[in-house]
């Protein structure tokens, strides 16, 4: 986890209401990605960055957006939370596409 | 405990023991894979890696074997301790991203 670090790292809400997780990198790889984690699915891509202000989907983008703004940072918002996306969420960050990932430590969001 | 566990395959070795780890995978046109190992409640790491030129690569106590004919790779923990006891997860490169397995557990008897 050194380098990559989430917050929260716990975090209950309630339905409808808005969440934002931030992932920092202190490493200046290029390529940042969020992911969730449910039981039985392994990990799922969400969205993922590829530089400054360039973001795109992934599998399981619905309900979600992102932004980057600086190369460290990489913000996931759920504009209003619904119970269905209570998980683990987890950022990677890596140098190319399709390459090696490092793991931040995960955010475990309940929505209630 | 670690909910990511729900529903995986579980593998339960004896501590000393050799382990076996399969994967199947999708895409033929893959051509990096890598092992991740994830302990409760925390992150994903890396293990070892592996590209499709490559039949057999070799860590500290861990090999990685690719057969391509059946698109299948194997994580082998050579003398498995406590300390491997972890969800194991293989993933697959795609043009611009990686594809990960649902993730199998490996339990280590003392």
């Known amino acids: 986890d050194a380098g990559i670090t989430q917050s929260p790292r716990h975090k209950v809400t309630e339905t409808g209401t808005p969440v934002t997780l931030r992932c920092h990198q202190t490493?200046?790889?290029?390529?940042m990605y969020w992911y969730r984690q449910d039981p039985g699915h392994g990990l799922r891509l969400i969205h993922y960055?590829?530089?400054?202000?360039d973001t795109d989907k992934g599998e399981v983008s619905d309900g979600y957006s992102v932004s980057r703004s600086k190369t460290e940072d990489f913000l996931l918002t759920l504009e209003s939370a619904t119970s269905s996306q209570t998980s683990v969420y987890f950022c990677a960050i890596s140098w190319g596409p399709g390459g090696e990932q490092y793991f931040g430590p995960g955010t475990r969001l309940t929505v209630t | 405990g670690e909910s990511v566990g729900l529903h995986l395959p579980t593998l339960s070795v004896q501590e000393g023991d050799n382990s076996i780890i399969n994967c199947a995978y999708s895409n033929s046109a893959s051509d990096y894979f890598i092992w991740y190992k994830q302990e409760s409640g925390k992150g994903p790491q890396f293990i070892i890696d592996i590209r499709s030129n490559m039949d057999k690569r070799q860590g500290q106590r861990v090999t990685v074997l690719l057969n391509k004919t059946v698109k299948h790779l194997s994580l082998q923990i050579a003398a498995t301790q406590p300390g491997d006891s972890a969800v194991y997860f293989c993933a697959e490169k795609t043009p611009d991203k990686l594809v990960f397995g649902a993730g199998t557990i490996l339990r280590v008897k003392s």
């Open positions: 960055s590829y530089g400054v202000k």
């Open positions: 490493e200046n790889h290029r390529y």
